[in-house]
């Protein structure tokens, strides 16, 4: 089993930041992928930014410029720097990884989703 809790969402203003953090934990040998998606009322969830095992990043061309997403292996975290928010941008914000358990099954996990709002 493998747990995904987010952390640092929250309101703020438009132009504000925010820095979103999410730790894996559980029988895990390794992780292979992460990312951050987000889920706006009334739409479906969408791909924010992903990050590979190697530091390799993609992020929609919506959030380009303005946010950043990283990881510490050692610490199974990735991070989601959010600056110049939008009112636009608020949505839950869910944490995804591909994780390779210690039994060796391959999992897609996903935490529990942490709201991020912004005032215009």
């Known amino acids: 089993q493998v747990q995904l809790v987010e952390s640092g969402g929250g309101l703020v203003q438009a132009g504000g930041s925010l820095r979103l953090s999410c730790l894996a934990s559980?029988?895990?040998?390794?992780?292979?992928?992460m990312g951050w998606y987000r889920q706006a009322p009334g739409k479906q969830r969408e791909l924010v930014a992903r990050?590979?095992?190697?530091?390799?990043?993609n992020l929609v061309d919506a959030v380009k410029g303005r946010f950043t997403i990283s990881r510490d292996n050692a610490k199974n975290t990735v991070y989601l720097q959010m600056n110049s928010l939008k009112p636009e941008d608020t949505a839950i914000y869910y944490c995804?990884?591909?994780?390779?358990?210690?039994?060796?099954?391959?999992?897609?996990?996903w935490g529990q989703g942490t709201q991020v709002t912004v005032s215009s």
């Open positions: 990050i590979t095992s190697g530091g390799n990043t």
């Open positions: 559980g029988s895990i040998y390794s992780i292979n992928h």
């Open positions: 995804n990884a591909n994780v390779v358990e210690t039994s060796g099954r391959i999992m897609g996990s």
